[in-house]
Nanobody, 120 residues
Framework: QVRVVESGGGLVQAGGSLRLACVAS????????MAWYRQGPENERQLVAA???????KYADSVKGRFTISRDITRNAVYLQMNSLKPEDTAVYYC??????????????WGQGTQVTVSS
């Protein structure tokens, strides 16, 4: 199994920035991609960004141009740099590991998540 642990959330004013980090441990050889999801108080969990090997990167339309995902394969880590944050970005952010074939599919258990709150 693969375990993920997220960190880096917090409270920030609109227009500010935060950087989330996630480290995977365990049988990490079974994954070839990592991703960030988020879940607001009224919403289902949604994909924010995913990165596989090579040039495989996907972003939700709502975060394109503002968020950047990056991976450090040597550390089994994935990061999410969030700039120009908006109140609607407020959510619990979750990391996952998974497989990228034609698209990203999460395959690890969810971590506890990290809360991001953006004040207006």
């Amino acid at each position: 199994q693969v375990r993920v642990v997220e960190s880096g959330g917090g409270l920030v004013q609109a227009g500010g920035s935060l950087r989330l980090a996630c480290v995977a441990s365990g049988s990490t050889f079974i994954i070839n991609a990592m991703a960030w999801y988020r879940q607001g108080p009224e919403n289902e969990r949604q994909l924010v960004a995913a990165q596989g090997n090579g040039d495989k990167i996907k972003y939700a339309d709502s975060v394109k141009g503002r968020f950047t995902i990056s991976r450090d394969i040597t550390r089994n880590a994935v990061y999410l740099q969030m700039n120009s944050l908006k109140p609607e970005d407020t959510a619990v952010y979750y990391c996952s590991g998974g497989l990228w074939g034609s698209n990203y599919v999460p395959s690890t258990r969810w971590g506890q998540g990290t809360q991001v709150t953006v004040s207006s």
